[in-house]
């Protein structure tokens, strides 16, 4: 189990107790350096960028494999990011990791997609899948529950029911421009989700699916066709 890292206890503590502590404002204060780097970095244009964030990234996330492309305004929150070899993350993509996030090898996430990995609810796309732009993959999410508010993380903690479930998307499937991805969802190898879906139930493997996760054909797909 990946530990979450230690501002969400912090910022937790303080919604729920209304008082942030000392400790809290240190351990903000020693961050600064590290977030005026991201900062500068983050826009930097064209190829020196991609491979200064690289470089950095390599040090300050779990994995960053060969070859890896982040582009311009990618915000990352959370140390438990992978990224695999020849990944393509584009631009104003967010990943926040409570948990853990894994993107495999040669996966390409589209333009401004949100990924958000609860706790104990890891995120993984496996090798050479496509997430659609604009999509949105949820492990955590805020469920109904009698006498529960549905106000958010700014709620207290006893006030609000929360969900979590960890998502597997498979090798070689590809999620359409638009769709969301609630949790303990989990997508069979090579299957294909259409544009502005939501899916909140498991997809088996090699198929094509609409916008409600309803199957409509089979796939025809031999992985033994490739060597990687």
């Not at 967010?94 to 401004?112: E, F, M, N, P």
């Amino acid at each position: 189990m990946n530990k979450p890292p230690e501002e969400y206890y912090i910022v937790k503590k303080f919604i729920d107790e209304e008082k942030m502590p000392l400790s809290g404002y240190f351990y903000f204060l020693i961050r600064i350096p590290k977030n005026l780097i991201e900062w500068l970095i983050r826009d930097l244009p064209g190829p020196i960028g991609v491979i200064t964030r690289r470089l950095y990234y390599k040090l300050v996330l779990k994995k960053v494999g060969k070859n890896v492309v982040i582009d311009e305004a990618v915000y990352f929150q959370g140390s438990n990011i992978e990224l695999d070899d020849w990944c393509y993350v584009e631009k104003f993509c967010v990943l926040r990791s409570y948990s853990g996030i894994r993107i495999g090898k040669r996966v390409h996430l589209g333009i401004g997609i949100v990924m958000y990995a609860g706790l104990d609810s890891e995120i993984e796309i496996d090798d050479h899948s496509t997430i659609g732009t604009r999509s949105s993959i949820y492990s955590v999410s805020n469920a109904y529950a009698p006498n529960k508010r549905m106000g958010g993380p700014m709620c207290k903690s006893n006030q609000v029911e929360t969900k979590y479930g960890s998502i597997h998307i498979g090798k070689d499937c590809f999620v359409g421009i638009g769709s969301t991805i609630l949790p303990g969802v989990s997508i069979g190898f090579g299957s294909i989700i259409m544009a502005h879906a939501l899916i909140k139930k498991n997809i088996n493997s090699l198929g094509i699916y609409d916008q409600k996760g309803l199957f409509i054909i089979k796939r025809e797909f031999d992985k033994g066709s490739f060597t990687d």
